[in-house]
Every structure is written in structure tokens, then in C-alpha cells.
């Protein structure tokens, strides 16, 4: 099995910065992109941004600007610096990865449990 752990959430106040955290762990033959989504109350998840192995990135126009993500990959770990934080950033994140657990093995989606982020006004 392939388990991913985030950490770094928490409560900031508008204007404010955090960093999330992501590591992969278990089998893991490759990653291919990871990335970061987010789920407020009430609506529905939403990307926020994916980096690629080779670090080519994607960014929510919401995001863009503001939050940065990258990875260590010898670590399997994948990062979301974000500044200039709004309430209406406040949600549970979610790591996401594609992963091959073995050569022979398909490509899956991984899903982390989530870490809270909470922006005050």
C-alpha cells in the first residue's frame, strides 16, 4: 500500500502564511505528479495545484500567485508554500499523488486524509 501523510495545517490569520507537507510512503516503484486539492464546506473539492516529477506545475487561478508547490523527490515528498492567505482559503487540503507501486503495477491515485486550514478575517 501506498499511504500519504500530510502536516502543516492550522490556523493563520488573514494575510498570513503556512507550509504544507506531503510524504509518501509503502511500495513505491515511481510517482509521477503530486499535487494538492482543497475542500471547503459545502463545496465541492477543487484542484489547487500538481507538479510533475520534473517539476512542471499547476496552479488554480485562486492559487496562482500566491501559493507555490514543489517536491523533493528523493524524499517523496511534495510541499505547498502558501502567502497572502485569505478566508476564503480556509478548507481541509488534500495531498494527491499518481503512483506506481511496482513496475508491472498501473498507475494509481493516491488520496492523503486531509490537513484543516483555517484563515481568520
Do not use: H
Not at 493563520?12 to 506531503?22: D, E, M
Not at 485562486?62 to 501559493?67: H, Q
Request: net charge positive; aromatic share 8%.
Amino acid at each position: 500500500q501506498v499511504q500519504l501523510v500530510e502536516s502543516g495545517g492550522g490556523l493563520v490569520q488573514t494575510g498570513g502564511s503556512l507550509r504544507l507537507s506531503c510524504a509518501a510512503s509503502g511500495t513505491i516503484f515511481v510517482i509521477n505528479w503530486m499535487g494538492w486539492y482543497r475542500q471547503a464546506p459545502g463545496k465541492q473539492r477543487e484542484l489547487v495545484a500538481t507538479i510533475t516529477s520534473g517539476g512542471s506545475t499547476n496552479y488554480a487561478d485562486s492559487a496562482e500567485g500566491r501559493f507555490t508547490v514543489s517536491r523533493d523527490n528523493a524524499k517523496n515528498t511534495v510541499y505547498l508554500q502558501m502567502n497572502s492567505l485569505k478566508p476564503e482559503d480556509t478548507a481541509v487540503y488534500y495531498c494527491t499523488a499518481q503512483v506506481r507501486r511496482t513496475v508491472a503495477a498501473v498507475m494509481e491515485i493516491r488520496w492523503g486524509q486531509g490537513t484543516q486550514v483555517t484563515v481568520s478575517s
